[in-house]
């Protein structure tokens, strides 16, 4: 059950409510979220609504059946918007683009991604300055100072950034440059970074669904972050790993409209990773769209021959300005539905 509190509850009535729920056989987590305060109580028991709603300082009650409670949408029927500011949202049903390299490599490339998007009307760039990387003696990023130097030319151009955090110590100091922390697919069930994004910081997170992950256990994912107090949340399809060996991944085109009816996120695709082949990125992005995705994030550098990392898989700029193109005809087609 989800219990939402009256923003000015006050501690009596809160301990009633607990003391309540208690009698129920119930187990109450009291969660503060950014947008709200809740109770959330796990048990088995059939009982009367009612006799919990009626209490003073309830401003709702919810059942919800699932596993993951907050972040389903046997609760929330409002569609879920991101505000990063200065009028760039992500919202459930809408559709955002989100660009860039997979490796932050320097200022001149920084630069000129940032132009190629500011040209196609992107507000929000990718690309990683802490980098998973399946061998150690690969690029790795650069580290802090390739963020900071990033955000600099980022915020000049009235930029965003989405970058990927790989673990807790990094959180406090990347923390002023960052607008959309990305979760890695090598840390969607690193349940520490999970909960210290959840308490300790109110930038928004996208997850990642792990290379072997079920939709469920990204889900479970996400409730840590959103239980540990941080609503502001995306998941992301990136493709899982299968039998299948001529692609890198298998982008479970699946998992979107199964994830769009079981939560109220936005769910973002990557066909970049999903696919991992260049050619294939713009049908597989395309494709997503229609499966019913609220936005894409790609991969795209100036000479993806030259790519730090994952040039294979990543466009360049005119294969992307195609891409844009095609996607906002997509998303208007899907729309006139
Ligand atoms: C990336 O976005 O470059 C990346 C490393 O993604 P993933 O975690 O999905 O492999
Ligand atoms: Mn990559």
Redesign the pocket.
């Known amino acids: 059950m989800i219990i939402q509190f009256e923003k000015d509850i006050n501690p009596d009535q809160k301990e009633k409510i607990i003391g309540s729920v208690k009698n129920l056989k119930y187990k109450p987590t009291e969660v503060k979220t950014q947008k709200g305060d809740y109770l959330i109580g796990i048990g088995k028991k059939d009982f009367d609504i009612r006799n919990i709603g009626s209490m003073q300082g309830i401003k709702d009650v919810h059942i919800v059946s699932d596993d993951y409670k907050l972040v389903s949408r046997k609760w929330k029927v409002k569609p879920t918007e991101i505000n990063l500011g200065d009028g760039v949202k992500i919202q459930e049903g809408g559709f955002q683009i989100m660009a860039g390299p ?2 932050i490599e320097g200022e001149q490339q920084i630069r000129k991604t940032i132009a190629h998007l500011k040209d196609n009307g992107i507000q929000i760039m ?1 690309g ?1 300055v802490y ?2 990387r399946s061998s150690p003696y690969a690029f790795r990023g650069l580290g802090i100072d390739g963020l900071k130097l990033w955000h600099e030319l980022a915020k000049e151009a009235g930029m965003k950034i989405i970058t ?1 955090v790989m673990q807790v110590s990094q959180i406090a100091e990347m923390d002023p440059y960052v607008d959309i922390y ?6 969607t069930q690193n349940y520490n970074l999970l909960d210290e994004l959840g308490k300790n910081t109110d930038k928004p997170v996208m997850i ?2 792990d ?1 072997s992950g079920t939709i469920d256990e990204l889900l479970s994912s996400a409730e840590y972050i959103f239980s540990g107090g941080n609503e502001r949340l995306l998941l ?1 399809e ?2 899982i790993r299968t039998y299948e060996k001529a692609t890198r991944n298998t982008m479970d085109l699946n998992a979107i409209p199964v994830l769009k009816e079981k939560t109220h996120l936005p769910i973002i695709a ?1 066909p ?2 999903g696919i991992g082949i260049r050619q294939h990125v713009e049908a597989i992005a395309l494709a997503s769209i229609m499966a019913g995705a609220d936005g894409v ?1 790609y ?1 795209t550098h100036e000479k993806p021959e030259e790519a730090f ?2 040039g294979q898989q990543t466009l360049d700029f005119s294969e992307s300005n195609r891409l844009i193109s095609r996607l906002k005809k997509t998303f208007e087609l899907r729309s006139s539905f």
């Open positions: 997979c490796s990718r990683g980098k998973p990927e990305q979760i890695g697919a090598r840390n990642k669904r290379i992301c990136r493709g990557d970049s990773h994030i991969e990392s994952d």
